[in-house]
T-cell receptor
Framework: SQQGEEDPQALSIQEGENATMNCSYK?????LQWYRQNSGRGLVHLIL?????REKHSGRLRVTLDTSKKSSSLLITASRAADTASYFC????????????FGTGTKLQVIP | EPEVTQTPSHQVTQMGQEVILRCVPI?????FYWYRQILGQKVEFLVS????????KSEIFDDQFSVERPDGSNFTLKIRSTKLEDSAMYFC????????????FGPGTRLLVL
């Protein structure tokens, strides 16, 4: 079974609109992180939310975490063309050396 | 701002050849990782490394793979005899210390095995 599943798999919006991506996971976690990946490039860390937190903000990003439903959402407000990328959630469930397990990703396209 | 760096950015090799992928983690970090991403698929954990030894490894990380921190700055991933299915983007990551959970990823090495 997959630890992290994002939906939707792909999302296309107009510039200025908000984009919401969801992530579900299966095991208990220490924290959940969101990463961005531009096409064929490296992973950029966006935000980390700990298991005892419910919401976190960073600039135009808002992340929520519902541990009872084992789900998280990433909201990007007032999207820009430069936000076009794939977005992955990654869960830290090991409690040891803290490898993260990545989800399948949401491919976001922001149309200018 | 310090970054994780990886070399080479691209590598093409013949099946059966050995490859070494190199990473320079951020200098005061203590935990090191390798992940890979096969084209179009999710990023998969390979191995974690702490205190000069492997701390955890996945099923993918079989006897063909090894890691080393030879000189206190570089962190290498060696694939002894590459297979076609080893073609992927390989990411190195590092993390500062216990309690600081954010992992910082390098730009990746794209490996193509022919």
């Amino acid at each position: 079974s997959q630890q992290g599943e994002e939906d939707p798999q792909a999302l296309s919006i107009q510039e200025g609109e908000n984009a919401t991506m969801n992530c579900s996971y299966k095991t208990s976690i220490n924290n959940l992180q969101w990463y961005r990946q531009n096409s064929g490039r490296g992973l950029v860390h966006l935000i980390l939310i700990r298991s005892n937190e419910r919401e976190k903000h960073s600039g135009r990003l808002r992340v929520t975490l519902d541990t009872s439903k084992k789900s998280s959402s990433l909201l990007i407000t007032a999207s820009r063309a430069a936000d076009t990328a794939s977005y992955f959630c990654a869960t830290d469930d090991s409690g040891g050396y803290q490898k993260v397990t990545f989800g399948t990703g949401t491919k976001l396209q922001v149309i200018p | 701002e310090p970054e994780v760096t990886q070399t080479p950015s691209h590598q093409v090799t013949q099946m059966g050849q050995e490859v070494i992928l190199r990473c320079v983690p951020i200098s005061n970090h203590l935990y090191f990782y390798w992940y890979r991403q096969i084209l179009g698929q999710k990023v998969e954990f390979l191995v974690s490394f702490y205190n000069n030894e492997i701390s955890e490894k996945s099923e993918i990380f079989d006897d063909q793979f090894s890691v080393e921190r030879p000189d206190g700055s570089n962190f290498t991933l060696k694939i002894r005899s590459t297979k076609l299915e080893d073609s992927a983007m390989y990411f190195c990551a590092s993390r500062p210390w216990e309690g600081q959970e954010t992992q910082y990823f390098g730009p990746g090495t794209r490996l193509l095995v022919l």
